[in-house]
T-cell receptor, first 114, second 112 residues
Framework: GQNIDQPTEMTATEGAIVQINCTYQ??????LFWYQQHAGEAPTFLSY????GLEEKGRFSSFLSRSKGYSYLLLKELQMKDSASYLC???????????????FGKGTKLSVIP | ETGVTQTPRHLVMGMTNKKSLKCEQH?????MYWYKQSAKKPLELMFV???????ENNSVPSRFSPECPNSSHLFLHLHTLQPEDSALYLC???????????FGDGTRLSIL
């Protein structure tokens, strides 16, 4: 089985930096995804890490440490439109299933305040 | 426009009704997925189709019946649902299984 933990809610100020953590326990780990979901909308893909280290994409960066079962999403220069839920998802390979499976965490609801 | 279109956006049905959810993707992807999203719970993977063949069924009750006639279309047939089945049902697609997924806007289902 898999266990994915991330904080339920976070609040940060416009213009600031916020780090959203995600820890996981899984076998057959094969990558970690971050998605953004605004209320009432579809999740949208933000980033993907399969090797240790930092992946940077504009204001968003994602970090992975496979040995620690840990990832974080870093959002810089926060804007009001960044208020959303951020979903951490772990991809794992199951030999029995013969395919990959993506398991999502419960998501972190980020509120950006003026 | 996400490239993945789901209809209807909202559905209210009684427990004895039969209805179907439809998903269509215009991205040329080969893998399609059904997820259930309930309040306070993580996204739950229900079914995975790869090149029209079902590869995953995550212990979903038989009152949910998927159908994938081709790589662009995915249906979820519903019958004799329970109140706890009320949720947002999301369809997603990806070029291949395991790659980043594009999600539709979902169907908000309410069971009376």
């Amino acid at each position: 089985g898999q266990n994915i933990d991330q904080p339920t809610e976070m609040t940060a100020t416009e213009g600031a930096i916020v780090q959203i953590n995600c820890t996981y326990q899984t076998s057959g780990f094969n990558g970690l995804f971050w998605y953004q979901q605004h209320a009432g909308e579809a999740p949208t893909f933000l980033s993907y890490n399969v090797l240790d280290g930092l992946e940077e994409k504009g204001r968003f960066s994602s970090f992975l440490s496979r040995s620690k079962g840990y990832s974080y999403l870093l959002l810089k220069e926060l804007q009001m439109k960044d208020s959303a839920s951020y979903l951490c998802a772990v991809r794992a390979h199951y030999s029995g299933a013969g395919s990959y499976q993506l398991t999502f965490g419960k998501g972190t609801k980020l509120s950006v305040i003026p | 426009e996400t490239g993945v279109t789901q209809t209807p956006r909202h559905l209210v049905m009684g427990m004895t009704n039969k209805k179907s959810l439809k998903c269509e993707q215009h991205l040329g992807h080969n893998a399609m997925y059904w997820y259930k999203q309930s309040a306070k719970k993580p996204l739950e993977l229900m079914f995975v189709y790869n090149f029209k063949e079902q590869t995953e069924n995550n212990s979903v009750p038989s009152r949910f019946s998927p159908e994938c006639p081709n790589s662009s279309h995915l249906f979820l047939h519903l019958h004799t649902l329970q109140p706890e089945d009320s949720a947002l049902y999301l369809c997603a697609s990806s070029p291949r299984v395991g790659q980043p997924q594009h999600f539709g806007d979902g169907t908000r289902l309410s069971i009376l």
